[in-house]
């Protein structure tokens, strides 16, 4: 009987480790990649590709000021019942902003896939004369990982401030930056922020690269008074969901006691082990000739009443892209 209780428990014991160990696949924590991440060398239809995201995120949310309402001082709560007009508030870079967190984890597989370690960074950057309206990227930091011929893993710093920017229009600049010394088995991690003074205005999120992708994820907590049309892709591969959120603002009147909030639209929308379009499918159950199918993008367009549409990318830019 002692025996029997013994098997039971190394038997446990197994499921257990092996539930953590899936569970860090895919992994949105950044910072020291996963001994699973290490030895994943991709999937199914991925498995002969040069390098591989292993994951990919964006965060947008709004930074209001108390300055963008005109409400009853009774209510603490700002909601389309208690706010004026959006075009009348003139909601704007003195009142309200909107923050992105970026994140990127890519493994190199090949020596020919080292040039996936380097990406496009597209952003808007207006100059008119003496006026200057333009995204702000802060906060940069790039780390390569490595392991010795011990096994031991070592990280590298790339230094950011040499990376060259291109004009590609009047509105928008691209940030070419470009990750050297990175070989087979390096993983590479990117993170950046960004506040941009367009309230109008929302990142698209592309879920497809030219590598696959284990996960790739973006989260938009759009104030509620504000209206957007959001298209969320339909696919096989995508998963969305929408929820009412929470948003607390900057109070810059000392004689507020409490500080002020107004409901949102939290999207999310995930996306796991996406394919580059027209990859052929080999290994799974289709039929000859098949390839994996277009994954939409995720958009944002402003729907406020007399609000003027923003200044869009040109066509076949995106934010991020990998090389």
């Known amino acids: 009987m002692k025996t029997y209780f013994q098997k039971l428990l190394l038997v446990a014991v197994f499921v257990v480790c092996g539930c953590m160990s899936n569970a860090q696949m895919p992994n949105e924590k950044f910072g020291k990649p996963t001994n699973l991440e290490w030895d994943f060398t991709g999937w199914g239809d991925a498995v002969d590709a040069d390098a591989i995201i292993l994951c990919k995120t964006m965060k947008a949310?709004?930074?209001l000021s108390d300055q963008v309402s005109n409400f009853n001082e009774s209510s603490t709560d700002i909601s389309s019942d208690n706010i004026t007009d959006f075009g009348k508030n003139e909601l704007d870079v003195n009142n309200g902003m909107v923050k992105y967190?970026?994140?990127?984890r890519t493994k190199i597989l090949k020596p020919e896939g080292a040039k996936h370690a380097n990406i496009d960074i597209t952003y808007y950057h207006l100059e008119n004369n003496s006026t200057i309206i333009a995204d702000e990227l802060y906060d940069m930091?790039?780390?390569?990982?490595?392991?010795n011929e011990k096994g031991k893993m070592e990280k590298r710093k790339v230094n950011t401030d040499s990376f060259?920017?291109?004009r590609i229009d009047d509105n928008y600049v691209v940030m070419h930056v470009v990750v050297p010394?990175?070989?087979a088995g390096s993983i590479i991690e990117y993170?950046?922020?960004?506040?941009?003074?367009?309230?109008?205005?929302i990142y698209d999120w592309v879920f497809q690269e030219c590598i696959p992708t284990v996960r790739?994820?973006?989260?938009?907590?759009?104030?509620?008074f504000l209206k957007f049309n959001v298209n969320a892709p339909v696919s096989t591969f995508i998963r969305s969901s929408v929820e009412v959120g929470h948003l607390t603002y900057d109070a810059n009147r000392a004689d507020l006691k409490r500080a002020k909030s107004c409901a949102t639209n939290r999207y999310q929308v995930f996306g796991d082990y996406v394919l580059p379009e027209g990859t052929p499918l080999k290994h799974t159950r289709f039929r000859d000739n098949d390839t994996a199918e277009k994954?939409?993008?995720l958009t944002c367009r402003v729907a406020t009443p007399g609000v003027t549409a923003p200044v869009y990318m040109p066509e076949g830019h995106t934010h991020l892209r990998i090389k």
């Open 101 to 104: 967190e970026f994140r990127l």
């Open 164 to 166: 060259v920017t291109e």
């Open 191 to 201: 993170e950046y922020n960004i506040i941009s003074p367009r309230p109008a205005f």
């Open 181 to 183: 010394d990175v070989q």
């Open 61 to 63: 949310t709004y930074v």
């Open 295 to 297: 994954v939409a993008d």
């Open 216 to 224: 790739s994820k973006c989260e938009v907590d759009i104030p509620a």
């Open 141 to 147: 930091k790039i780390r390569v990982f490595t392991k």
